[in-house]
């Protein structure tokens, strides 16, 4: 079996989000903390060795004291982040300490998946070492000029929306993060496995696989959570988890 090392990047500014007191990830969704949800999906599976949550240096001792229930309950380290995303994904890299054949990050602040939908992507990983999921946009495109005029009408054709988890061979993903020059200037894992020339497979992603950005995406995944297709079975052998795993 296949052995997965997740990084859950949660060290984000959540500067597009306003009126709550904390960012994003710790955002109360539906009774439950918004990092609680995505990382459950992770640390309760038999093929994931182990799960590293990545926070800002400046919230880790709240974080620590303010779910240290969470902590003492669920299998996760957590660590601190950089000043980017990808340094915050290589601090997180950094600190892995059990086997693991594939690295798998997923954004603390999508947590709407489910069991099958993590399965899915974890499949495609192992045959194609390098793997997102993706949502085609369906939507016409326009490119616009700086001063809000439309510029061109963009072709859709094989135009995806990337999503996460994006799941990479362990060593193809040091690798690429290894040779990267500018950390700061990558907006997700993918990009920098791409900049080795290797190619990334894209598999259908789930359109209720949202990220938590904005008050707006707040509210639709209030609408989502409770919609997400449940695959039955056991209810959650879990204090902090809903009636039953999705």
């Known amino acids: 079996m296949a052995r997965f090392a997740v990084i859950l990047p949660a060290a984000g500014k959540s500067t597009r989000m306003s009126g709550f007191q904390r960012k994003k990830p710790f955002v109360e969704l539906k009774g439950r903390p918004v990092w609680v949800r995505t990382a459950e999906y992770f640390t309760s599976r038999e093929d994931v060795s182990e799960t590293i949550l990545v926070v800002s240096a400046d919230d880790m001792e709240w974080f620590r004291e303010t779910f ?4 003492a309950f669920m299998n996760i380290k957590v660590v601190a982040g950089g000043s980017s995303r990808a340094e915050s994904v290589w601090n997180g890299i950094s600190a892995l300490t059990e086997p693991a054949d594939f690295i798998a990050v997923h954004d603390a602040a999508r947590p709407l998946l ?11 990983a192992v045959t194609h ?61 993918a990009s920098l496995v791409e900049e080795l020339g290797h190619p990334v497979h894209v598999i259908d992603g789930w359109p209720m696989n949202i990220k938590i950005t904005t008050n707006d995406d707040f509210r639709m995944a209030e609408l989502y959570v409770n919609a997400l297709p449940k695959s039955g079975g056991i209810a959650a052998l879990h204090p902090f988890a809903d009636e039953l795993f999705q």
């Not at 240290?68 to 902590?71: W, Y």
């Not at 990479?168 to 040091?174: A, C, D, I």
């Open 68 to 71: 240290k229930p969470n902590l």
């Open 114 to 124: 489910t069991a099958k939908w993590v399965d899915q992507i974890f499949a495609a």
């Open 129 to 189: 070492k390098a793997v997102l999921p993706g949502v085609r946009i369906s939507s016409t495109v326009k490119k616009v000029r700086d001063d809000g005029t439309i510029h061109s009408t963009v072709d859709r054709t094989n135009l995806y929306q990337a999503q996460t988890p994006q799941v990479f061979e362990r060593t193809l993903l040091q690798k690429a993060f290894a040779a990267c020059r500018n950390l700061a200037a990558a907006t997700d894992e």
